[in-house]
T-cell receptor, first 110, second 113 residues
Framework: GQSLEQPSEVTAVEGAIVQINCTYQTSGFYGLSWYQQHDGGAPTFLSYNALDGLEETGRFSSFLSRSDSYGYLLLQELQMKDSASYFCAVNEGGGNKLTFGTGTQLKVEL | DTAVSQTPKYLVTQMGNDKSIKCEQNLGHDTMYWYKQDSKKFLKIMFSYNNKELIINETVPNRFSPKSPDKAHLNLHINSLELGDSAVYFC????????????FGPGTRLTVT
């Protein structure tokens, strides 16, 4: 079967760096995406990795290691507004279907 | 200039009723989706349409019937609502060639009593 594992909760202080990990076991793999969702809001796309390595977009970076079936989202210079749930999602079939992880609740404290 | 919109935002109804949720996107995308997010925030795809054609149909009770009148609209009709249908339903869209970057609507919180 398919599974994507993420820590359920992570807490960090404002200004710090935090890493949210995602390990996956899927029948196919065509890329790993990350989404952010604030309470009561909609998921919003953050980044996508199809190949191994680091993708940087401002304060957020995403890393992928296909050989380890592992990726992470790195958030730098944390701000209070970064408090949200973060989901990794795998594209298994190369088409449009994403399988989402269980999500990581990030709490940023002063 | 809302990208993906859904109506209604909240829906409270009784068991056994039939209800519909509407979705529209103005991004020019070919592909649209319906997702269900449960109380534990687990987000699961239900259906996907590409240019009015059904391309993803997950294991969903046939009480749920999607309809896409054109590629900018995807509606979800639910018959004989059950307590377990209570959830937040999200519509999303993406370019046909890039399902990894999906744009979500604001969600419809359905409560079945």
């Amino acid at each position: 079967g398919q599974s994507l594992e993420q820590p359920s909760e992570v807490t960090a202080v404002e200004g710090a760096i935090v890493q949210i990990n995602c390990t996956y076991q899927t029948s196919g793999f065509y890329g790993l995406s990350w989404y952010q969702q604030h309470d009561g809001g909609a998921p919003t796309f953050l980044s996508y990795n199809a190949l191994d390595g680091l993708e940087e977009t401002g304060r957020f970076s995403s890393f992928l290691s296909r050989s380890d079936s592992y990726g992470y989202l790195l958030l730098q210079e944390l701000q209070m507004k970064d408090s949200a749930s973060y989901f990794c999602a795998v594209n298994e079939g190369g088409g449009n279907k994403l399988t989402f992880g269980t999500g990581t609740q990030l709490k940023v404290e002063l | 200039d809302t990208a993906v919109s859904q109506t209604p935002k909240y829906l409270v109804t009784q068991m056994g009723n039939d209800k519909s949720i509407k979705c529209e996107q103005n991004l020019g995308h070919d592909t649209m989706y319906w997702y269900k997010q449960d109380s534990k925030k687990f987000l699961k795809i239900m259906f996907s349409y590409n240019n009015k054609e059904l391309i993803i149909n997950e294991t969903v009770p046939n009480r749920f019937s999607p309809k896409s009148p054109d590629k900018a609209h995807l509606n979800l009709h639910i018959n004989s609502l059950e307590l377990g249908d209570s959830a937040v339903y999200f519509c999303a869209s993406s370019p046909r060639t890039s399902g990894n970057e999906q744009y979500f609507g604001p969600g419809t919180r359905l409560t079945v009593t």
